[in-house]
């Protein structure tokens, strides 16, 4: 059964560093997503991107962060410079017509 | 604003006997539903969807919207059952997000 794919499953930086995150989405889906939970809270949903363009955000998306398909394969999360209370599990999901979500294993991201 | 609420975080039955997470929303729209169930350390899994009125896993979960409940309910639990358990509502937006409530931690002793 295909299956989201999260890199890496962990990663640790200083403040104010770029971070990258990527997924593969399921092969056959068009609608991509970003979450986050930070630890003890609810998941909480970032942006979703649909036909290489951003189609909702959510008020915690600012200007740090940015997402791309760069090819045909993967969808990234770029945070530009993070901050401490950037640190959270982060998660890709991905859905097809029906907009049923299928999330990847997680990027846990600690900002030191 | 749309909210989805699990009343309750940590939820212990014992092997055999029913079980029922409870999930309550208020939303404006159409409301659609979903169960995800998240085992230790793995991924959130579609466990339900309101509309398919499928039964997964025994699990069952009925949308009653005089109540704006959707409960998640199986009539015996089994130790493998334990897990997180969040309910999500899918917002007629344009980006279809999903709102999540704060989850049920399910412990099921043998």
């Known amino acids: 059964e295909p299956e989201v794919t999260q890199t890496p499953s962990h990663q640790v930086t200083q403040m104010g560093q770029e971070v990258i995150l990527r997924c593969v989405p399921i092969?056959?889906?068009?609608?991509f997503y970003w979450y986050r939970q930070i630890l003890g809270q609810k998941v909480e949903f970032l942006v979703s991107?649909?036909?290489?363009?951003?189609?909702?955000k959510s008020e915690i998306f600012d200007d740090q962060f940015s997402v791309e398909r760069p090819d045909g394969s993967n969808f990234t999360l770029k945070i530009r410079s993070t901050k401490l209370e950037d640190s959270a599990m982060y998660f890709c999901?991905?859905?097809?017509?029906?907009?049923?979500?299928?999330f990847g294993p997680g990027t846990r991201l600690l900002v030191l | 604003a749309q909210r989805v609420t699990q009343p309750e975080k940590l939820l212990s039955v014992f092997k055999g006997a029913p079980v029922e997470l409870k999930c309550n929303y208020s939303?404006?729209?159409?409301?659609?539903l979903f169960w995800y169930v998240q085992y230790s350390r793995q991924r959130l899994q579609l466990l339900l969807r309101?509309?398919s009125r499928e039964s997964i896993k025994g699990f069952t979960a009925d949308l009653n919207k005089g109540e704006t409940s959707f409960h998640l309910k199986k009539p015996f639990a089994q130790e493998e059952d334990s897990a997180m358990y969040y309910c999500?509502?899918?917002?007629?937006?344009?980006?279809?997000?999903?709102?999540f409530g704060e989850g049920t931690q399910l412990t099921v002793n043998p």
């Open positions: 309101h509309i």
């Open positions: 939303y404006s729209g159409s409301p659609e």
């Open positions: 991107f649909y036909n290489n363009e951003i189609s909702e």
């Open positions: 092969s056959n889906h068009l609608y």
């Open positions: 999500a509502l899918l917002e007629e937006t344009s980006g279809s997000r999903l709102t």
């Open positions: 999901a991905s859905s097809g017509p029906d907009l049923s979500q299928y």
